[in-house]
């Protein structure tokens, strides 16, 4: 089961870039890595996948190193609705247990005027 | 627009109520999920269906419980719920589950925020 890492929160000004690079060591083969934004008191929508290297789309873009212990999701020229909470999944793998599409805490996303 | 309806979007319910939260889904997807979002923590993950057979009961406890009458639609019916119970219910859906591939990912509906009282 693929765990992931995320930093708890990030502030940033309006119209900066901003990375979250979440960290997921047993990564397996077939997982692919997945994002969500979720604004309070709604469901999560999904913004991007990646299998490995880089994708983009009008969103954001996914940067998937060769090793793909880690990705790093790219929000270009944030704006005060960005902020939100930024989950980063890997696909479970279903075995003698119970398989499991975790979210874990997630990255709270706080844009500054 | 997700695909993925819920209703009611608000309910508030007493401890001895039986109610049913429903959620649909327009996506022609295999798998349902159910999840419930307490104040400040992670989503849990509460029941998968796939192919309207369940396929995950994250040891849920039996006064919920789900129902999928086809790959449209899944309800979870409550009765004899704690005021711990309050809390965001959400549905998903996805076209596949458990191949770890990308047809895994989920689509969320809006929730229903459930009190009880």
């Known amino acids: 089961l693929a765990k992931t890492t995320q930093p708890i929160s990030m502030d940033s000004y309006e119209g900066q870039e901003v990375n979250i690079t979440c960290s997921h060591n047993?990564?397996?083969?077939?997982?692919?890595i997945t994002w969500y934004q979720q604004f309070p008191s709604q469901g999560p929508r999904f913004i991007i996948q990646g299998y490995k290297t880089k994708v983009t789309n009008e969103v954001a873009s996914l940067f998937i190193p060769a090793d793909r212990k880690s990705s790093t999701l790219s929000l270009p020229r944030v704006s005060l609705s960005d902020t939100a909470v930024y989950y980063c999944?890997?696909?479970?793998?279903?075995?003698?247990?119970?398989?499991?599409?975790?979210f874990g805490k997630g990255t709270k996303l706080s844009v500054i005027p | 627009e997700t695909g993925v309806t819920q209703t009611p979007r608000h309910l508030v319910m007493g401890m001895t109520n039986k109610k049913s939260l429903k959620c649909e889904q327009h996506?022609?997807?295999?798998?349902m999920y159910w999840y419930k979002q307490s104040a400040k923590k992670p989503l849990e993950l509460m029941f998968v269906y796939s192919l309207e057979e369940r396929v995950e009961n994250n040891s849920v406890p039996s006064r919920f419980s789900p129902e999928c009458p086809n790959s449209s639609h899944l309800f979870l019916h409550l009765h004899t719920l704690q005021p711990e119970d309050s809390a965001l219910y959400l549905c998903?859906?996805?076209?596949?589950w458990g191949s770890g591939a990308s047809t895994d990912t989920q689509y969320f509906g809006p929730g229903t925020r459930l009190t009880v009282l």
């Open positions: 047993n990564i397996a083969t077939n997982d692919y």
């Open positions: 999944l890997v696909g479970g793998i279903p075995g003698a247990g119970s398989y499991q599409l975790t």
């Open positions: 996506l022609g997807h295999n798998a």
């Open positions: 998903a859906s996805s076209q596949d």
